[in-house]
């Protein structure tokens, strides 16, 4: 188990590391959404954080992919804080538009 927490540890410095050093908009996106992609692994306030970076990257970028994977991240980060019909209301937003 210690070494399964300290590889994630070590990804997550890495994913984060990846984020700084991106060198437009597109490769800093990115590598939000690969941190994202390890929500269990961060805490709600870091997720809400890299979520809110991602939010205006790709708001600016009005890219109507980008902002759809933005709303699964939200979802995501709105579910483990227990906002259930946030979560789906997200969703199912998401789904129409």
Do not use: P, W
């Not at 437009?24 to 992609?37: S, V, W």
């Not at 961060?42 to 809110?52: F, H, K, P, Q």
Request: charged share 20%.
């Amino acid at each position: 188990m210690y070494l399964f927490v300290l590889h994630k540890t070590k990804l997550i410095d890495s994913l984060r590391t990846n984020i700084f050093l991106a060198k437009n908009d597109h490769q800093k996106l990115q590598a939000i959404f690969r941190l994202c992609d390890e929500a269990n692994s961060i805490n709600t306030d870091s997720l809400y954080n890299y979520c809110m970076l991602a939010n205006a990257i790709a708001h600016k970028n009005n890219n109507a992919s980008e902002l759809f994977q933005l709303n699964y991240y939200k979802a995501i980060l709105l579910s483990k804080k227990g906002q259930l019909d946030s979560t789906e209301n997200l969703i199912d937003s998401s789904l129409s538009s």
